[in-house]
Nanobody, 123 residues
Framework: QVQVVESGGGLVQPGGSLRLSCAAS?????MAWFRQGPGKEREFVAA????????VLADSVKGRFTISRENANHTMWLQMNSLTPEDTAVYYC???????????????????WGQGTQVTVSS
């Protein structure tokens, strides 16, 4: 079992930036961000493998979002730049406690989830 807690969400104007954090209570392997916008299904945003050497980003956020992690403190971040109203969603951190060579992009690839943090992009 591991506890997962997200933070850093909020209200930001279009073109602005936010940095989300995810803290896990113990060691994890792959970690990922998913999001669920109003009336939409949960979708993949970004993922990072256990040592941070492999990252995967959804096409919709490439060039704007960056994912990173620091294993000593079991923490992951999502730096979000050039935000648009389409990025408005609840952002969820997900972690995998089983080793895989590359981070997954499916909901089923992850064992434990946080409660989510709201990101609203609006003027």
């Amino acid at each position: 079992q591991v506890q997962v807690v997200e933070s850093g969400g909020g209200l930001v104007q279009p073109g602005g930036s936010l940095r989300l954090s995810c803290a896990a209570s113990g060691r994890t392997y792959a970690m990922a961000w998913f999001r669920q916008g109003p009336g939409k299904e949960r979708e993949f945003v970004a993922a990072i493998n256990w040592n941070g050497e492999i990252t995967v980003l959804a096409d919709s956020v490439k060039g704007r979002f960056t994912i990173s992690r620091e294993n000593a403190n079991h923490t992951m971040w999502l730096q979000m730049n050039s935000l648009t109203p389409e990025d408005t969603a609840v952002y969820y951190c997900a972690v995998d406690l089983m080793y895989t060579p590359a981070p997954g992009q499916r909901i089923d690839d992850y064992n434990f989830w946080g409660q989510g943090t709201q990101v609203t992009v609006s003027s």
